[in-house]
């Protein structure tokens, strides 16, 4: 047998970087500081060690009252509620019988949700429309001088209705009963808007 002669021109093979986890992190650092830069840059993210925070509409009541007022044919009643309870949302809503419903949703100071509903429809209508369910009446309860129907709600909520001149009113959410009296007594105290 002969023997092979190397070609005179072939190299050496390069050295290849070690294949370790610290070089592949030194390898990626640089594309994940960059992305982070031009993230922060271009306002895309930003850092918060607290968690997210939503930030919760508020509504201004008395302005969207007075729209309301010009689409329904019954006086709206505004209640004046404690400091640190805020309205976040006003909604008029037709039922299926065409009658209109007059919605406000408050965050209460706890933070529950309560909404506060009133209506010329009858009060099995206007529960059925809040609860979602066929109305499951509780008992009666006593606030504001007035006698309320409770009525089970969804998810746990409560819903109370009674009447106020000739308009059904009703309040439901999540709330415990002393801030669900706190709303029964604004709304029966409250000025109306005609």
Do not use: K
């Not at 070690?18 to 960059?34: E, G, K």
């Not at 009525?151 to 439901?172: C, F, P, S």
Request: glycine share 8%.
């Amino acid at each position: 047998m002969g023997l092979v002669a190397e070609p005179s021109n072939q190299q050496p093979a390069p050295s290849r970087p070690p294949r370790t986890l610290s070089a592949m992190v030194f390898a990626i650092l640089p594309l994940v500081l960059i992305a982070f830069g031009m993230a922060g840059l271009l306002g895309q993210c930003s850092f918060n060690p607290g968690g997210p925070t939503a930030q919760v509409p508020t509504v201004d009541v008395p302005a969207e009252l007075d729209r309301a007022a010009d689409r329904v044919d019954f006086p709206i009643a505004d209640p004046q509620l404690p400091p640190g309870w805020r309205a976040n949302s006003v909604a008029v809503l037709t039922l299926r019988s065409h009658a209109e419903v007059v919605r406000i949703g408050y965050l209460t100071g706890d933070g529950r949700y309560l909404r506060f509903s009133q209506s010329t429809a009858a009060e099995e209508e206007l529960v059925t429309a809040d609860t979602r369910q066929a109305p499951r009446a509780l008992g009666t309860v006593e606030a504001g001088g007035r006698q309320w129907v409770r009525y089970e709600g969804v998810a746990g909520e409560q819903a109370w209705a009674t009447e106020r001149d000739g308009v059904r009113v009703l309040i439901a959410g999540n709330a415990d009963e002393p801030e669900l009296r706190t709303l029964a007594e604004a709304v029966l105290q409250a000025p109306t808007r005609p």
